[in-house]
């Protein structure tokens, strides 16, 4: 029997890929724009990093937006 990947410690809804998109900026720009490498916006937005909240502030000032954090209890699993 597989079991399935464990959950993320924390979930960023959504991507910096839509808003960036809908603004027209390339990852390159988004990144720039940032203070960050290109390589650390694909890898943020293919979900193969775990961002820091300073990366995080970064990132949504650079796409004109304000980072919201909050906590929430667990999901559980249906049994």
Do not use: Y
Not at 33 to 54: K, N
Not at 62 to 75: I, K, N, T, W
Request: aromatic share 4%; hydrophobic share 40%; proline share 13%.
């Amino acid at each position: 029997m597989t079991r399935a990947p464990p959950e993320p410690l924390f979930r960023v809804l959504p991507s910096t890929a839509a808003p960036r998109e809908e603004l027209g900026m390339t990852q390159t720009q988004l990144a720039q724009a940032a203070g960050i490498q290109q390589p650390s916006v694909t890898r943020f937005e293919a979900g193969g990093t775990m961002p820091t909240l300073p990366m995080l502030e970064r990132l949504a000032s650079a796409l004109g937006l304000r980072l919201h954090a909050r906590f929430e209890p667990p999901h559980r699993a249906a049994g």
